[in-house]
C-alpha cells in the first residue's frame, strides 16, 4: 500500500508489525511506528461498511468488471472481428495416420482462443512494463519474449476481418 508521511512523502509499505512499518521512500527506506507518525493513505481506499450484498454477488460483479475492463472476452460471447469469409467455417485437423479420425473445430471456437492469446499477451506487456520488482534489463528480455510471440501469431492475420487487430511484432 502507498502511504504519505507528513516528512518523508510517499512511500510503499514493505513490511508491517505490532509497531513498526518497513517503508520505501524515494530518498530510503525507513522504519517507523505507525501509530504515531501521522501516515496516511496515498492512494484512494474504499469502505464496504454496509454494503447489503451477498459476499458471492460482490466478488462476480467485481470480476466481471474486471473481465470488462482489460478487454477480456467471456465464455460463449459472440466473436466480433472474424473475417466474414471465415465465420461458420471449420478448422480441420487431420493426422499423417488416415486411420485416425480428424479433430474438427468451428472457427469461431478457433479464432476466439487467438483473441485470447492476444488479450493475455497485452495484459502480460502491461503488468511486465508496470512492474516496479523487474530491473529495466529483465523487462527488455520479458518484452522481447513477448514481441516474438506476437511474431509467431502474425499467421493468423488472415482471420481477422480489421487490421487494426491483427498481430503485429512492433506492438
Known amino acids: 500500500m502507498k502511504v504519505r508521511h507528513p516528512q518523508y512523502g510517499v512511500g510503499v509499505v514493505r513490511s508491517l508489525t505490532e509497531h513498526t512499518a518497513?517503508?520505501?521512500f524515494d530518498d530510503a527506506p525507513r522504519?517507523?511506528?505507525?501509530a504515531s507518525s501521522d501516515l496516511e493513505p496515498a492512494e484512494a481506499t474504499a469502505s464496504l461498511t454496509e454494503l447489503?450484498?451477498?459476499l458471492a454477488n460482490l466478488?462476480?460483479?467485481?470480476?466481471h468488471a474486471v473481465?470488462?475492463?482489460?478487454g477480456l472476452e467471456q465464455k460463449d460471447v459472440v466473436v466480433e472481428g472474424l473475417a466474414n469469409r471465415w465465420q461458420r467455417g471449420t478448422l480441420v485437423m487431420q493426422s499423417a495416420d488416415t486411420?485416425?479420425?480428424?479433430?474438427?473445430?468451428p472457427l469461431e471456437t478457433f479464432?476466439?482462443?487467438?483473441?485470447?492469446?492476444?488479450?493475455?499477451?497485452?495484459?502480460l506487456e502491461q503488468k511486465v512494463n508496470s512492474s516496479d520488482k523487474l530491473s529495466d534489463a529483465d523487462k527488455f528480455d520479458l518484452q522481447q519474449y513477448i514481441t516474438r510471440c506476437y511474431g509467431s501469431l502474425t499467421t493468423f492475420n488472415i482471420l481477422f476481418k480489421n487490421k487494426d487487430d491483427q498481430f503485429r511484432?512492433?506492438?
Open 31 to 34: 522504519t517507523v511506528a505507525p
Open 59 to 63: 466478488i462476480r460483479d467485481t470480476a
Open 52 to 54: 447489503q450484498v451477498p
Open 111 to 123: 479464432f476466439h482462443k487467438i483473441v485470447m492469446i492476444r488479450n493475455n499477451l497485452r495484459v
Open 22 to 24: 518497513e517503508i520505501a
Open 67 to 70: 473481465v470488462e475492463a482489460l
Open 169 to 171: 511484432t512492433g506492438a
Open 99 to 105: 486411420s485416425l479420425q480428424p479433430k474438427e473445430v
